[in-house]
């Protein structure tokens, strides 16, 4: 509730994602299907370290409005990847196929540099549908570089820590399944 609040009172509060549900039928022949390939995935590693870590963050503080206008300047360059093009791709799949299961729901670890380059994705909590959680792994690394983070929401180290749900239903990638947080110390083993 207090994420919404500082969305809604920074007046960034995007709800592209739950105010424009897509339509469960197939495209129509004048709108032809998006075309989704997935990025290799030879580097994938199953067993991701998660950075964010309890005892390991501090709140955000002042740094929650210019956080929250960066979530959205992100949200801008997933969302037509996610949502538009991934979700739209699965649309045209048969109803009962396992990736059209309205309560897939995958968590990922996103890390950036200061200049909003991905140098970590991982998942923390797997939909445990693997080709759903490859495609919401493929649009962050497709839609990053997401430009450089103000000063204010790096953590300690230089980079931008967050946790992002990627919903199948209509909230899709909304800003509001965003988590930031600061970093004070590296994670304990």
Partial sequence: MAR??????????????AAAPRPAESPSKSQPAPVWAPLSHDS???????????????????AKVPFAR?????HNRIHP???????????????????????????LEIVLSREGNVTRVGIVRS?????FDMGALDSVLRAAPFGVAPDIILSYDGRVYLHW??????????TINARPFLLVAAPAP
């Fill in 81 to 107: 990847i996610f949502a538009d093009t991934f979700l739209a791709s699965l649309d045209g799949l048969p109803p009962q196929d396992p990736r059209n299961k309205r309560s897939l729901v995958v968590r």
């Fill in 44 to 62: 994938f590693v199953p067993s991701y370290d998660v950075q964010v870590r309890r005892g390991n963050t501090k709140g955000l503080d002042e």
């Fill in 127 to 131: 939909s445990g549908n693997r080709d």
């Fill in 4 to 17: 919404l609040a500082v969305l809604a009172l920074a007046g960034l509060l995007c709800v592209q994602c």
């Fill in 165 to 174: 749900e990627f919903h199948r239903d209509d909230y899709a990638c909304i």
């Fill in 70 to 74: 960066y979530l959205v300047r992100m």
